[in-house]
């Protein structure tokens, strides 16, 4: 069953506006990731994906990643529109945040622009923003959409969200 957007406030993009099947996009927007004090990320080059009632994830180039924080992770995945995903560990002055980013090797066709990019779930560190604003995680433990106060949901990954 499909939930009731929430009404968009002004200057808001309604994530039930987004769509489906999903899209990738070029973001001018600053996005920085941080913990223990150190930036791990920053960009206004990356690139995010769009779908109906999800917040978008935010895929960074490697370029703009400090050297070496990420690690190979194991296990993977397989989205229908991006491919087979492959998941990194980051490490940080002795300190291993498993599987906290995911990234696409050999992408979809509408997805090509997602190479050479890594995305990250922001709940594991202690900042991460978009054009300076701290994000809330998307809810659940599997989708990593970054929640700012430009969007309106409800936002999938909530008890009950399953079949949207």
């Not at 979809?108 to 604003?133: I, K, Q, W």
């Amino acid at each position: 069953m499909r939930p009731r957007p929430d009404p968009a406030g002004a200057g808001q993009e309604s994530v039930w506006a987004y769509p489906r099947p999903a899209i990738a996009e070029p973001s001018p927007a600053r996005i920085q990731i941080e913990h223990h004090g150190r930036i791990i990320a920053d960009t206004r080059a990356s690139i995010r994906t769009l779908e109906t009632s999800h917040p978008p994830s935010y895929y960074i180039p490697v370029d703009a990643i400090a050297p070496g924080v990420l690690r190979r992770a194991q296990g993977s995945s397989f989205c229908e529109w991006k491919g087979a995903a492959t998941y990194w560990d980051v490490l940080l002055d002795g300190i291993v945040l498993p599987a906290v980013g995911w990234s696409y090797a050999s992408p979809t066709a509408g997805f090509m622009m997602l190479r050479d990019h890594v995305a990250f779930y922001a709940g594991p560190f202690d900042r991460c923003s978009v054009n300076g604003e701290t994000v809330v995680p998307q809810p659940g433990g599997f989708y990593g959409g970054w929640i700012t106060s430009a969007l309106a949901g409800p936002f999938k990954g909530v008890p009950g969200s399953r079949g949207w």
